[in-house]
């Protein structure tokens, strides 16, 4: 292995996968091709032939070009630039929006499909923003080079890539992002740009310190150094979602209603404000600061508390510790989860099953996590009664999916 490697080959694109990358063959070989599009005559450089079953290539020319080709919105990762000098976090840029939209949509409906067995219409919904979807990014991350210049990472490398603007930024968090300075000693720089406050910069291992979003006319206290949702609509946008996806005929205030990765409590005041002050609702989440912060945020609410732990096995005790009186409370409850990129996997779902809530509403950001989780589900009597998809994360092949599981 490693004789193809650098070499040149000529491939005809076909469709899209997982991950962001383009399918092709050569010599029957599967082929994983970076920055082309379905339909397009690409030449490509071969940067990875270790598995038999497939290898990597990287575009370097467009021989014939897909109607829905574009200029790049960032100079600093089009196909001009040698491969190991393109950056990376935009690796949809050269594709129009919509069809950008088609592609991540086909993702998810062959992912639920191939793994669980479901057939869908659904469509990626737009955001507000800029018609090329730039100018909604509130938080990154820029690495430090060995001579103390920052910059995002190559796409698929560690590499620093030296830029001079960042398009997918908000303009408040480009304006105070530092491009041109040097941190001799520093791996990391997080800019981000609260709703409310000014934007900051977290140098290196700098103290945290107390930031504060706001989403419609609830205040969120969380660390800087915590999560929030990168998109500047996002966070509304997903408050929305989750209050239409709760079957209101299914929902009891007074059940034991979950919300489980929970955060710093967005999602379970979403229910909160949607049904009352009375609602019962516990946030689980395993980053204590997290939780602290949700203990705070979801304080209107009498019967909302915040619990650290690891949610697999927080769920787990439950299930296996809950009495009767209890178990007839998660019986009526709605359960909203929002798990890592990894998904939920086997043991939550099988505990969250034991439980038998009325129903779930689960917040994806990996389509083959959530179709394999789905399918889970499925085995254990719980179907897919709703879904949305959204485009959270515009120029990249990020995709958020929200769905909804009921009994069958």
Not at 101 to 119: F, G, H, I, N, T
Not at 196 to 217: H, M, N
Not at 302 to 307: K, L, P, R, S
Not at 383 to 395: G, I, Q, T, V, Y
């Amino acid at each position: 292995m490693g004789e193809w490697i650098g070499r040149d080959v000529e491939l005809e694109v076909t469709n899209i996968a997982h991950g962001g990358i383009s399918v092709a063959r050569h010599e029957g070989r599967v082929v994983f091709v970076a920055d082309a599009i379905p339909g397009e005559r690409v030449r490509a450089r071969i940067s990875d032939d270790n598995k038999k079953s497939f290898w990597r290539a990287d575009t370097v020319e467009v021989l014939e070009a897909s109607p829905h080709r574009r200029a790049h919105i960032w100079s600093a990762a089009s196909v001009e630039r040698a491969p190991e000098n393109r950056a990376g976090g935009a690796e949809f840029g050269h594709i129009t929006l919509e069809h950008q939209r088609e592609l991540k949509r086909q993702v998810l409906v062959d992912s639920l499909q191939r793994m669980a067995k479901v057939e869908s219409d659904v469509a990626v919904e737009a955001l507000p923003g800029p018609a090329d979807g730039t100018g909604w990014r509130t938080r990154l991350r820029l690495h430090v080079d060995d001579s103390g210049r920052p910059g995002p990472y190559a796409a698929r490398s560690h590499r620093v890539i030296t830029v001079d603007d960042l398009p997918l930024a908000t303009s408040a968090l480009a304006e105070v992002a530092p491009l041109g300075d040097r941190f001799p000693g520093v791996e990391s720089i997080d800019v981000l740009a609260p709703s409310t406050g000014g934007a900051r910069l977290r140098i290196g291992d700098q103290a945290k310190s107390v930031i504060t979003e706001t989403v419609g006319d609830r205040q969120f206290q969380l660390f800087d150094s915590g999560f929030w949702q990168v998109h500047r609509h996002a966070a509304g946008t997903l408050t929305d979602a989750v209050q239409r996806a709760i079957d209101d005929t299914l929902f009891d205030p007074k059940a034991a209603n979950l919300d489980l990765y929970g955060g710093v409590g967005l999602l379970a005041a979403a229910i909160g404000d949607k049904y009352g002050h009375g609602v019962r609702i516990t946030s689980v989440e395993s980053d204590a600061d997290a939780t602290d912060h949700a203990a705070e945020n979801l304080s209107d609410w009498v019967g909302a508390q915040a619990v650290t732990a690891r949610v697999e096995r927080w769920v787990r005790e439950l299930a296996a510790s809950a009495g009767h009186e209890e178990r007839a409370r998660l019986h009526a409850a709605t359960i909203v989860l929002d798990p890592p990129r990894s998904g939920a996997g086997r043991e939550v779902v099988d505990s969250l099953v034991d439980l038998q809530p009325a129903q779930l509403v689960y917040v994806a950001c990996d389509p083959v996590a959530f179709a394999r989780d789905v399918n889970l589900f499925h085995e254990r009597g719980y179907e897919l009664s709703e879904l949305r998809a959204l485009d959270m994360f515009p120029n990249t092949h990020h995709v958020e999916a929200i769905g909804t599981l009921r009994r069958a």
